[in-house]
Nanobody, 112 residues
């Protein structure tokens, strides 16, 4: 059974940092690209970043490029999203996604 469990969200002031984690189980972790997708209040889903199974070729949305860094630890079946220089517009529920599977999401709120 595929499971994706996000953690690390919270409340932070503008300019602050958070690190999100996505712990995966139930499939061959190294075989799949993992994506982070977010949904801001009242808006649709927005792709944020993804990384391939071996940890290479990270891609970022223009809105987060230079501020967010995606990485993965295949020994721990975990993908991370380091978020720096956070802005109020980064406020959203952040989801981990692999193919048709989604985690439950973790809330990130950026506000003064």
């Amino acid at each position: 059974q595929v499971q994706l469990v996000e953690s690390g969200g919270g409340f932070v002031q503008p300019g602050g940092s958070l690190r999100l984690s996505c712990a995966a189980s139930g499939f061959t972790f190294t075989s799949y690209t993992v994506s982070w997708v977010r949904q801001a209040p009242g808006k649709g889903l927005e792709w944020v970043s993804d990384i391939n199974g071996l940890g290479g070729s990270p891609y970022y949305a223009d809105s987060v490029k230079g501020r967010f860094t995606i990485s993965r630890d295949n020994a721990k079946n975990t993908v991370y999203l380091q978020m720096n220089s956070l802005k109020p517009e980064d406020t959203a529920v952040y989801y981990c996604n692999v193919r048709q599977y989604w985690g439950q999401g973790t809330q990130v709120t950026v506000s003064s």
